[in-house]
């Protein structure tokens, strides 16, 4: 199946990858309304948890929450349906693998075999010496996640149908989009715990604009972006503390009409106090991100001359 068609009017919900030990289920979803060059991507929210991951895991109660952007799904999805963005959801889990980064940043000590054993300690990167590579091994506070090891033929099957197939869905979405209309962009969705008190001199703020400190996105939609978070009295910051990962650095292109952006939203803007269930606050934060994407929406039409679907 073609994850990429970007036809009019097409708002049917595809399923693509695999989780394994799921019986079936889909890896992710993908969501076409009408035509606008957005993707909004949302890879962390995922929570289609197979029960041999389950029971793999040391702390099965709090490790998939801390290691979810809980929810923020809801509000990709409640901004793909105001606004005619294509939306691309993640279902499997982060705990089982990291879409946001690189498939060969992994951690060779927790997968079990000869040839992993050997494998030297600088093939891993940065990500996954802190413990959050593309399989997560550890948190602070929990430690190791996982009771053993896993195989590679595991780790294989997961970036083989959960991995693989995601960001090729993106890639073929975003050149379809580029292709029609000259110009695409790729908002990839996350929330982050908050970053400080809300009140006082220096508040803490509610969204952060990456854009892997100017290579993955045109400036010109990012500064769009800061001026309608400024104008919506919303608290924003650019790159710090988040300046976005593999899903910028993949693909992201804006010398070939392909920008990427990643928005961080604070939880504590759309969650309940204890950052579990959804909030109040829920309404405005879909209002706001929906009037960026609008807003983004007009920038890309001025800048490829012009669509009119798109600025509706």
Partial sequence: MDLGDTSAGDSRNRG?????????KPAFS??????????????????????PLVR?????????????????????????????????????????????RSPDDVDWEMVAGRAAATRPRHAAGRRARSGLGLVPR???????????????SDLAERIET???PYH??????????????GAALLVDLHSMPPLGPKTGDDPAVDYVIGDRFGGSCDSRLVMAGFDHFAAAGALSAHNRPYAGGYVLDRHGAPGRGISAMQLEICRSAYLDGELRELGAGLPDVVGIVAGLVRRLADELA???????????
């Fill in 138 to 152: 550890r948190l602070p506070g929990l430690g190791e996640l996982w009771s053993a090891q896993i195989s590679r």
């Fill in 302 to 312: 001025k800048a490829s001359g012009g669509f009119a679907e798109a600025a509706e």
């Fill in 162 to 164: 959960v991995h693989q």
């Fill in 16 to 24: 693509g990858g695999l989780i394994p030990g799921s019986d079936g």
């Fill in 56 to 100: 793999a895991l040391r702390h099965p109660d709090t490790a998939p929450l801390r290691l979810e952007d809980r929810y923020v799904d809801l509000v990709g999805d409640a901004v793909a349906r105001e606004t005619g963005a294509a939306l691309l959801v993640a279902h499997a889990p982060r705990a089982m693998i990291d879409l946001n």
């Fill in 168 to 181: 090729a869905a993106i890639a073929r979405t975003l050149e379809a989009m580029r292709d029609r209309w």
């Fill in 30 to 51: 993908f969501c076409r309304r009408r035509p606008i060059p957005i993707l909004i991507s949302v890879p962390h929210a995922g929570r289609e948890y197979p029960l």
